[in-house]
């Protein structure tokens, strides 16, 4: 051997999971660059499409954010007014986020796309390969005993 280092063996589950995650999220990107949302936002009203009204808390924990990430990606949206804040009148210390008809329409946008890539990975599978898929990703949940909400 002449020094030089070889390269370690890429990870069997974790690196085509990660390389997947960059394939969608460049696909979205490129797919929704009329929307000029980043992926970030695209996925929040996303899932406000579907779960809106709801607490703040529940979007931080959903998506795993940091109190000052959530704070910059919520003020983006509300300033472009496709999101509003308002009081939750369960807990007068905390707010809802809603859509805005702007909002709504957006999101909208953002699920057709969603929606075509689905159709689009489930032309090129079988259902056994789905099912093997599944398996897989029981299987990292169950090894990472991380109970996500």
Do not use: W
Request: net charge positive; with cysteine.
């Amino acid at each position: 051997m002449t020094g030089a280092m070889s390269r370690p063996k890429p990870l069997r589950f974790l690196s085509p999971i990660h390389k997947a995650t960059r394939h969608i999220g460049v696909h979205l990107e490129n797919a929704l660059r009329e929307t000029e949302l980043a992926p970030q936002e695209g996925h929040l009203l996303s899932y406000l499409r579907s779960y809106a009204p709801c607490p703040i808390a529940e979007v931080v924990s959903v998506f795993g954010l940091r109190g000052s990430t959530a704070t910059a990606v919520l003020d983006r949206l509300e300033s472009r007014g496709l999101i509003r804040r308002e009081l939750n009148p369960n807990d007068r210390r905390s707010f809802l986020l809603d859509l805005t008809p702007a909002g709504r329409e957006a999101a909208e946008t953002v699920q057709a796309e969603v929606d075509r890539l689905e159709k689009a990975i489930a032309r090129r599978i079988t259902a056994e390969d789905e099912a093997g898929f599944r398996r897989v990703m029981n299987a990292i949940a169950e090894a990472t005993q991380v109970k996500l909400k």
